[in-house]
């Protein structure tokens, strides 16, 4: 069955520094989503983007982050200096159509942040 | 503003019973409403979705039942099985847009 890849499973950085999340979507899927969940609360939505630009993000995603499809198979989630409250885990989804068919979600990846 | 919310964070019962978990929203614009299981260590897993123009769908084992007046929805596992052991989450969409999520309920099926 098509899954949704994330690399890496865990990403441990400094505060300051800049991390990179990456994803490999479904490949016939046309939507992609980050969402994350900080440990002990709830998954949470960040961005959606589809054809080559963002659709939608929350308010949590500022300046800092940004996403990028650089070749039309990864998927990625940049964060450009992380801070200690950035450690979660990050999910990146993936769905052939629109939100209400549901999200193929990949394993996650586990940032900490020292 | 929590405006999607599983008020009860576990749930046991025991294997062939019915399995019922719930989830209450807030805002009457959202018109889609998913389930998701998780297992530890996965992302979520996409179970069954309902529109807020049906009040019931059903899939195998799984029904999702809509009570837009109360703003309620439920998800009835029957049977439930020791494999359905799982955190589930419920969210709600508007107009296809992003996914809002509960916080999650634990279900534990006992053999």
């Known amino acids: 069955e098509p899954e949704v890849t994330q690399t890496p499973s865990h990403q441990v950085t400094q505060m300051g520094q800049e991390v990179i999340l990456r994803c490999v979507p479904i490949?016939?899927?046309?939507?992609f989503y980050w969402y994350r969940q900080i440990l002990g609360q709830k998954v949470e939505f960040l961005v959606s983007f589809y054809n080559n630009e963002i659709s939608e993000k929350s308010e949590i995603f500022d300046d800092q982050f940004s996403v990028e499809r650089p070749d039309g198979s990864n998927f990625t989630l940049k964060i450009r200096s992380t801070k200690l409250e950035d450690s979660a885990m990050y999910f990146c989804a993936s769905s052939v159509g629109q939100a209400i068919y549901g999200y193929t979600f990949g394993s996650g990846t586990r940032l900490t942040v020292v | 503003d929590q405006q999607v919310k599983q008020n009860s964070p576990s749930l046991s019962v025991q294997e062939g019973r019915i399995s019922i978990l719930n989830c209450d929203y807030t805002n009457s614009m959202f018109d889609y409403f998913l389930w998701y299981k998780k297992y530890p260590a996965e992302g979520p897993t996409f179970l069954i979705s309902i529109s807020s123009i049906k009040d019931k769908n059903e899939d195998g084992r799984f029904t999702v039942f809509l009570n837009k007046s109360a703003k309620h929805l439920s998800l009835h596992i029957v049977p439930s099985q020791p494999g359905d052991s799982a955190v589930y989450f419920c969210?709600?969409?508007?107009?296809?847009?992003?996914?809002?999520f509960g916080d999650g309920t634990t279900l534990t099926v006992k053999p």
């Open positions: 969210a709600a969409l508007i107009n296809a847009g992003k996914s809002t």
């Open positions: 490949s016939n899927h046309l939507y």
